[in-house]
């Protein structure tokens, strides 16, 4: 019997079963996000990963975000639904008004609850549901925004073995969340909104169809 | 109702470069000079873009956008602030969901347009 993890591409083989390695990326963004975002996915190739989207919104602004973000980058851009299995090469907008959970770092809940940091999706509620899986790799980012959403998220994340970015005071437009996450002393770059991108390009690698 | 921008602000020069500015790039805009104006505009039907100051006397922004959403007036409307204070302070974080954008003055020409190319094909 295996106990051995090896890797073999983006795949890996545990107790000789092959165990798919996913690459789950959560972002947590808010005032200011429309337009950062504009920024981030500008050209953005379709990456071997799961992006996951919180931004702080009005719900009838979901479809619009998509539909903008869907014209910059070769990923897929789409509303989460409840129930839904996470695949590689898509992003996936939060919608407005619930919290997004993952179970098993696969599959979302879109859950009723109180708001938390004073927002409905809340990032920190997102990034907490995520489960130590050996073979994920978790990147967590904080940008844009006001308040301290995504800062125990971000603490999370590090202890579930993640890597963290937060964006920088110089290209964010409200420099709150991103300052309250790197005050928990659980961020492991600070970057500037291109910063982040291509160190996640590189982190990721492009998506490569057998 | 065809889609508008909304300039909330007691600063009449504000007013009036916002209104030179987009007017020349074609928009239609509606100018305020006070929370309480801008209200009776919802409340009248107004459909579009809003750029609200924050300083102002007898309502500043923070109340306007608070009265807003306590008479459910938001619908498809965009709220963006467009403002001489730096940090928005920890009114901002309440109303974080409201705000989509913050605009600091002085702002250039270029910085207005792509602000309202980019939010006004978010209202809905």
Request: net charge negative; proline share 4%; glycine share 10%.
């Amino acid at each position: 019997m295996l106990d051995d993890v090896f890797q073999a591409g983006s795949e890996s083989i545990k107790n000789g079963q092959i165990m798919n390695k996913r690459n789950i990326v959560i972002i947590g963004i808010s005032t200011g996000g429309p337009k950062t975002l504009r920024t981030f996915f500008d050209g953005m190739p379709l990456l071997d990963g799961s992006i996951i989207l919180v931004q702080h919104m009005i719900k009838c602004a979901n479809k619009s975000l998509c539909k903008t973000l869907n014209s910059l980058t070769e990923m897929e851009v789409r509303i989460a639904c409840h129930g839904e299995t996470i695949k590689p090469g898509v992003v996936y907008l939060a919608p407005s008004e619930v919290h997004l959970e993952l179970v098993n770092n696969q599959k979302f809940k879109l859950v009723n609850g109180p708001k938390v940091c004073y927002v409905r999706p809340a990032v920190d509620v997102t990034m907490k549901s995520i489960k130590r899986i050996t073979e994920d790799n978790i990147i967590g980012i904080i940008m844009t925004g006001m308040g301290k959403d995504g800062t125990d998220g971000i603490s999370h994340i590090k202890s579930v073995g993640g890597t963290t970015f937060a964006q920088d005071e110089k290209t964010s437009v409200i420099w709150g969340m991103p300052k309250a996450a790197i005050g928990t002393g659980h961020v492991d770059y600070i970057l500037s909104t291109e910063g982040i991108r291509n160190k996640l390009i590189s982190q990721l690698g492009r998506q490569v169809f057998s | 109702m065809d889609k508008q921008i909304m300039i909330v602000d007691d600063d009449p020069s504000i007013r009036e470069t916002v209104e030179i500015v987009l007017g020349a790039g074609g928009y239609s805009i509606c100018a305020v000079d006070s929370g309480m104006e801008c209200l009776e505009k919802l409340r009248k039907g107004f459909n579009g873009l809003i750029l609200m100051d924050i300083m102002m006397p007898k309502m500043h922004g923070w109340d306007t956008i608070a009265a807003i959403e306590d008479e459910g007036l938001h619908g498809g409307n965009v709220i963006c602030m467009l403002t001489a204070v730096h940090d928005p302070g920890p009114e901002l974080e309440k109303l974080t969901e409201c705000v989509m954008d913050y605009i600091r003055k002085p702002f250039t020409s270029e910085e207005l347009l792509g602000t309202v190319a980019e939010y006004l094909a978010y209202v809905q």
